[in-house]
Structure formats: structure tokens, C-alpha cells
């Protein structure tokens, strides 16, 4: 059994005195809640939670999070209230631990009805605090660790909810440790026959591929210092779930399964992770279809390595990948990194981080869905590990789920193109939306303003969030309004006006439409007329009744010069400013007002307002300065 001075070793070069204080106070508290209980493998009840706290110190978590591990199960199995966890440890640690307790306590008839459940509050619980979940994790991970001790059906059913919502979960968040340890106990009671299959293939070859790594990470390890690079050379044989996996979806023999034996080399800089593939491709000959820059090219849960697999003069292959120290922290740590710093404002990580994009589609399910068939197929699909990879043509990648069509690819691009995507280019060659994507394809959609979706679409959408706004798109059209001001819209660049030209038109401010933009007039209540881009909320929302919209060009817009701002997410680096501020003069455009926030991370985001011609002008200003070195992303706002 642990003990929790091997936790507070852990954390002391981390934690201060006073953090150490709390922790000792919860695990007291813990230990007095629940004294005299026993688990079913005969230890003592308070081994459970000290085993999570000790999980969570080894996800570098902040103190709230390990006190609530410490105390995530005396709501459920004592007599303690959440009152009194507020009374002594204050509200974010009493909201983690009934976040956690309110998951738990999922009652239902069949199991796809439970499952169903379990992921809706997980998913309200991390909405609200996105660190119950870490303590879940923590918490099934033990429990599988202690699988042994319950009956058969409750193995079966821990291991089957963990692998369909678990390890899906801690895969979409980056947390490749977890997900691993997670997939690998689960997979021996879920599949047992698959699992002593494989491992009685892997056993036999263990010691002689243990051999064969160790003779080649020393000589990986001189290659490397001869050449001056600092690095940390770790091994390992493939672990039984992933090959198992591997050999299912590619439908192959165990002796094909290329990344059987891989090396991780972790090196300090980007630079030398380039130089160390450099010196080892230059040694021995990659295989070309498996050298993967995943630096360049993050996954979407923004992990970034290099790999490559190389044949050595024996004719053996091993998997390399090289890593920067900081990658492979967050490779195996994903998002729970962030509270390695304190200010984490956990409503704008849900709001911006990119690993925590389904998990804003999947709110919005909840919010609409309430068909339980329907909810259940759309959670199934969302939660799957993604299974292809595909590109933009300026080489982002994107993971669908496997099924997904190019216009599945359109919506997560952007809704509006989405709903105005006409064709694809796949590869370069013009192909129909409904075509199925595979993993390195490159695509482009081709959108056209005239385009709208049809109820047909939905044949083809798979993904929740492209069937999501096709609905929502088709709903509102039935309902008659929408489609109007669209019509109204697509006339006036027909010529055909509903003000007679020389009538003057002031932009609306509420969305500031700049010229060339598709807009619609509304006659206010002043008898003047302003003009509102077709994007505004109001019409979406219906604020802006159809009787009082009539169509206009942006000939009769009196106003030469617009107003937009922008939001550049960049690295932290000095200069950036002035190199954004000359690429928008050399594009004449004019900057306003600056606002420059920085982040612990080494991020920056910048506010611009600009003052800019029309659409066109605007265009080009964002993609220059998307082109800037360090600069992430430039969007309009
Ligand atoms: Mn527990």
C-alpha cells in the first residue's frame, strides 16, 4: 500500500508549506471518514484514495485537485456531507468531489442506457470543473488495477465502460499515459481470449527483442553524442491492446506490425530533433510511408513528435521517435499540463483549447438531442478515437471519425462553409460531397454563395456537429424566415433593388459589415435604412423582422472606409507586434488599436482593430499576417 509520505515526496519540490498543510489535513479527514471500511481486496478502504492522490501528483496536478482525489469518495461511501467538505476545504474541492460522486451514482436498466448516462454528466461535471475528470481517471485506473476482486460481471462492465468512454476520453484529452495503462488492464477482461492470444505471441519474442533494443539504443546513444546532441534514449515492445488493434483495423499477421520494438529519443530543442532524424536517416534507410513529422503537423490532440522506421543492417526494423522533453510532457500529461501553472481559467480552456473541441459538440448534443436513439449513435460516433487523418491544403491536419464524407470535412472547417459548401477537391480532383475520406487525403471545399444545403445532405453527414448545424439549418428554413432574408440577399446582387439607387444606407454597428460582404437592409424605425452583414446574430435570432428587410448594394452604402478586428493567437516572441504592424501597412490598411495579453504558456493573443477598404482588403491583410513566423492563428471577430 502506498503511503502518503511517498505522495508528499513527490510534490515537495512543487508544493509549498501551506499546500502541504491542506493536503495532510485532507488525508487525516479522509482517513478518519473512512476508518474500519475494507475493499474487497482486503486492504484498507484509505488505500483507494491515496492511490489516486498519488496518480494525480504524477499528472503534476495543482493541490484542489489532489485534496478532492484524497476525499473523491467519502460523499458516496460515509457519512460526511458536502457541507462540511465546504466548511473545510472550500467550494472548488467540495463542486470536484460531487461532480465525481453525481457520476458514479448512474443507475439504469441496460448498459447502453447507463453508458449513455455516464457520459452525459461526465461531460456536464467537466463543463462545470474540467478536473473531475483527471480524478476519474485516477480512480477507474485503480479500480482496474483491483479488478481482480470483484465478479465476473462487474469486470466485464468496468472493462467495457472504460474502453468505450475512458481511454476514449483521456486519448481526446492527450493523456497518453493514462489511456495506455487504461486500455491494457481493461483489454485482458474485455477480449481474455485475445489477450493471452497475444501475449503468448509477444512472450516468447520479449527476451531476445529486449536484447536487440539494448544493443541498438547504445548505439543510438554514440551516434548521438559523436554528434553533439544532448539526449535520453528510452524502449519499448509494443503493448498488447495496441497490437491488437493495429492487427484488427489493418487486418494484419502479428510478424507485420512494423512498430513492434520503438525507441523514444528525447532530446532539448526542435532543432536537434531534426538533427537527430537527419544523422539517423543518413545511418540506416527509413521505410518512406512510415516517417511521420508530427511536429510540423500536430495530431488534434496536439501531440508532436517525429517518427520513422528504420531497417537496420540485420534487416530488423525499429520505430524511432523523437522528441523535444517539453513533447513528450505533453504526450503523456495532454491537457492536464495546464495546471502545472496556477491560472487556468477552465471556462475559456473549454471555450479555446482544440483537445476539448468535441466536447463543445457534445454539450450542444445534449442540448438538442432528445431522441435517446439517436443520442446514443451521435455519442458513439463523437467518441470513437478518430481513425482518419486528412489534410488542408495548407497541410492542418483533421481527424474524422471513420465514415465521414467531404462534407463532414466542410462543417468542421467552418459552419458558414459548410452550409455553402457546392463541391470537393480531393487530391486535387473535383469529386462530390458525399465522397468518403481517407486518411492522407488532401482537401479542399469549393463554396459558392448561392449554395444551400438540402434535407439530402443528411444522407451523407456523419459527423454529430456537420448533422448538428444541418439540422439546425433545415429548421429554421422551415420555418420560413431565414430562407427569405437568403433569397432578399442573393437578389440585390442580382440588380433587382427593393430602394431606389441614390437612397444612402449606414452600416449597422452591431455587426459592422465591411464592403463586399453579403448584406440586407433594414428599414428602422427612423424611416432610415442600415445595412446588416448576412452573418448578424440579430437575423439568426429573429430580432430583425422580414416585412422591414429590403434588398440593397453596396453602391448605396455612404462610407469609404471599415472597421474590423482581429485576434491573433502567436508564440510569445519580442518583435511580433512590428512585424504585423508593417505587414498591414505594406497592405495599407491601418491600425487603430493594439491590445497585446501574454500567457504562461509563451503564448500571446493580440487584439487589432483595423480600419480597412473592403472584404477583399481585409482578406489579404489576414493572410499576411497568418504567414508571420510564430503567428498561430488570425481570425476576425
Ligand atoms: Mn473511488
Request: glycine share 4%.
Amino acid at each position: 500500500m502506498i503511503r502518503f509520505d511517498d505522495i508528499l515526496d513527490k510534490i515537495a519540490s512543487r508544493f509549498g508549506d501551506k499546500d502541504i498543510a491542506i493536503l495532510q489535513k485532507a488525508y487525516v479527514f479522509s482517513a478518519k471518514a473512512h476508518k474500519g471500511q475494507v475493499r474487497r481486496s482486503g486492504e484498507p478502504y484509505l488505500s483507494h484514495p491515496l492511490e489516486v492522490a498519488n496518480q494525480l501528483a504524477d499528472m503534476k496536478l495543482d493541490r484542489t485537485t489532489l485534496v478532492a482525489g484524497l476525499l473523491h469518495d467519502v460523499l458516496e461511501d460515509t457519512d460526511v456531507t458536502a457541507a462540511e467538505i465546504k466548511e473545510a476545504f472550500g467550494k472548488d474541492v467540495a463542486g470536484l468531489v460531487e461532480g465525481v460522486t453525481k457520476i458514479s451514482r448512474v443507475q439504469d436498466v441496460s448498459p447502453e442506457a447507463r453508458r449513455a448516462e455516464t457520459v452525459r454528466k461526465i461531460i456536464l461535471a467537466m463543463t462545470d470543473d474540467l478536473r473531475v475528470i483527471f480524478i476519474k481517471l485516477a480512480d477507474r485506473l485503480h479500480n482496474l488495477q483491483t479488478l481482480k476482486f470483484l465478479p465476473e460481471d462487474k469486470q466485464k462492465q468496468i472493462a467495457a465502460e472504460t474502453l468505450e468512454i475512458y481511454a476514449p476520453i483521456a486519448n481526446r484529452l492527450g493523456m497518453g499515459r493514462i489511456k495506455a495503462e487504461l486500455e491494457d488492464l481493461a483489454f485482458r477482461y474485455q477480449e481474455p481470449e485475445e489477450f493471452f492470444r497475444i501475449a503468448s505471441l509477444v512472450e516468447p519474442r520479449r527476451k531476445p527483442a529486449e536484447a536487440d533494443l539494448k544493443k541498438f539504443r547504445r548505439m543510438l546513444e554514440r551516434l548521438m553524442k559523436d554528434n553533439h546532441i544532448p539526449v535520453e534514449v528510452h524502449f519499448r515492445i509494443k503493448r498488447p491492446y495496441s497490437i491488437y488493434r493495429k492487427m484488427r483495423s489493418q487486418r494484419i499477421d502479428f510478424h507485420q506490425v512494423y512498430d513492434f520494438l520503438a525507441l523514444r529519443i528525447i532530446t532539448d530543442t526542435v532543432k536537434n530533433c531534426y538533427a537527430a532524424l537527419g544523422i539517423i536517416h543518413q545511418k540506416w534507410p527509413p521505410l518512406l510511408q512510415r516517417f511521420r513529422d508530427f511536429i510540423a503537423m500536430p495530431k488534434p490532440n496536439l501531440y508532436r513528435a517525429l517518427h520513422t522506421t528504420i531497417i537496420t543492417e540485420e534487416k530488423r526494423s525499429f520505430e524511432i521517435q523523437i522528441r523535444t522533453r517539453e513533447m513528450n510532457e505533453l504526450a503523456e500529461n495532454g491537457i492536464a499540463a495546464h495546471w502545472k501553472y496556477k491560472d487556468v481559467d477552465p471556462q475559456s480552456l473549454i471555450r479555446e483549447d482544440k483537445r476539448l473541441q468535441w466536447l463543445r459538440e457534445m454539450v450542444e448534443l445534449f442540448r438538442e438531442q432528445k431522441n435517446p436513439k439517436e443520442f446514443l449513435k451521435n455519442l458513439k460516433i463523437n467518441l470513437i478515437p478518430e481513425e482518419v487523418y486528412v489534410f488542408t491544403p495548407k497541410g492542418r491536419v483533421v481527424s474524422l471519425p471513420n465514415g465521414a464524407s467531404a462534407l463532414d470535412f466542410a462543417f468542421r472547417i467552418h459552419t458558414e462553409i459548410g452550409l455553402h459548401s457546392a463541391q470537393a477537391k480531393i487530391n486535387g480532383k473535383v469529386s462530390p460531397l458525399k465522397t468518403l475520406l481517407k486518411t492522407g487525403d488532401i482537401v479542399e471545399i469549393l463554396t459558392s454563395p448561392d449554395k444551400t444545403p438540402s434535407r439530402g445532405w443528411l444522407n451523407f453527414a456523419f459527423t454529430s456537429g456537420a448533422r448538428h448545424q444541418l439540422k439546425r439549418w433545415l429548421k429554421q428554413q422551415e420555418k420560413g424566415r431565414t430562407a427569405a432574408t437568403g433569397k432578399k440577399a442573393r437578389a440585390a446582387g442580382g440588380g433587382k433593388l427593393g430602394l431606389p439607387a441614390g437612397t444612402l444606407v449606414r452600416p449597422a454597428r452591431c455587426c459592422a459589415p465591411i464592403k463586399g460582404e453579403p448584406i440586407i437592409g433594414y428599414v428602422t424605425s427612423g424611416k432610415g435604412v442600415t445595412a446588416h452583414a448576412l452573418r448578424c446574430s440579430l437575423i439568426a435570432r429573429e430580432i430583425l423582422v422580414p416585412e422591414r428587410m429590403v434588398d440593397i448594394s453596396w453602391d448605396q452604402v455612404a462610407r469609404e472606409d471599415f472597421q474590423a478586428d482581429l485576434l491573433i493567437r502567436s508564440a510569445d516572441k519580442p518583435g511580433l507586434l512590428a512585424e504585423v504592424a508593417s505587414a498591414v501597412s505594406r497592405l495599407e490598411g491601418n491600425i487603430t488599436k493594439a491590445e497585446v495579453e501574454t500567457f504562461a504558456d509563451k503564448k500571446a493573443q493580440t487584439r487589432l482593430c483595423l480600419t480597412i477598404r473592403d472584404i477583399k482588403h481585409l482578406e489579404a491583410i489576414i493572410k499576411d499576417v497568418s504567414a508571420i513566423k510564430d503567428v498561430l492563428t488570425v481570425e476576425r471577430i
